[in-house]
């Protein structure tokens, strides 16, 4: 099977294309590494097609697309600190890029996994949370709440393309720790106590060290 990737660069994104190049598909990834990293794909070095590019360019995603039987999404702006730090450029990519991507799946008639988010619930305090639970989100005046909506949108649109014949499911990830991740993006909890620990460093524990995250090891995601 022909399978593009986005994203397929970045950190879950990886592991994805070495599981689908040990299953024997032909993998096409797109990715700007503006998070990924061309050594994350060194597992699978000479087996797949990387094309550096954007998914705001929508002929080169028509392109990919076209030539595909199954399409991944995984490529978006991630991350809390680079939402924070460049809210624009995040929801360009996680909305307009998004969109590009279903929209040539409905043009090309390709089945689409589309990768959201845990941040779709917000701060609810719901336990445990169930997928049409509803969202509780901060003000709009915070940059952080910018991701989830924009995930949101995107969850919206794919599931409105459902009603007129796209085949398409998602994925809403959870916190992912393993290797390759970067442990100097934010919120990489895990990675960061494991750097702190062989350091002999102190570990960064926020608040009481009461509070609770759900963790999902990256090849179960």
């Not at 697309?65 to 990519?93: C, E, M, Q, S």
């Not at 949370?129 to 969202?135: N, T, V």
């Not at 720790?177 to 960064?204: C, H, K, W």
Request: charged content about 20%; aromatic content about 6%.
């Amino acid at each position: 099977m022909r399978v593009l990737v986005t994203g397929g660069a970045g950190y879950i994104g990886s592991h994805l294309v070495d599981r689908l190049v040990a299953l024997g598909h032909e993998v096409t990834v797109l990715d700007n590494l503006s998070t990924g990293n061309l050594a994350n794909l060194d597992q699978s070095r000479g087996q797949v097609r990387m094309v550096e590019n954007t998914i705001l360019n929508d002929r080169v995603v028509n392109k990919l697309v076209r030539r595909a039987d199954t399409v991944f999404h995984l490529a978006a702006g991630v991350g809390v600190g680079n939402i924070v730090k460049d809210p624009l450029g995040a929801l360009r990519t996680n909305t307009r890029g998004a969109e590009n991507v279903i929209e040539a799946c409905v043009k090309h008639e390709r089945r689409l996994l589309l990768a959201s988010t845990s941040e779709i619930y917000g701060k609810t305090s719901k336990m445990p949370m169930s997928e049409d639970d509803d969202r509780v989100l901060g003000s709009t005046t915070v940059a952080r709440w910018g991701y989830s909506t924009a995930k949101a949108v995107d969850e919206h649109l794919a599931l409105a393309y459902a009603q007129h014949g796209l085949r398409m499911s998602v994925v809403r990830y959870f916190n992912s720790f393993g290797p390759r991740i970067d442990s100097r993006g934010y919120g990489s909890v895990v990675a960061n106590m494991l750097r702190q620990a062989l350091a002999n460093e102190p570990l960064t524990v926020h608040g009481d060290g009461t509070q609770t995250r759900c963790f999902t090891y990256v090849d179960d995601t």
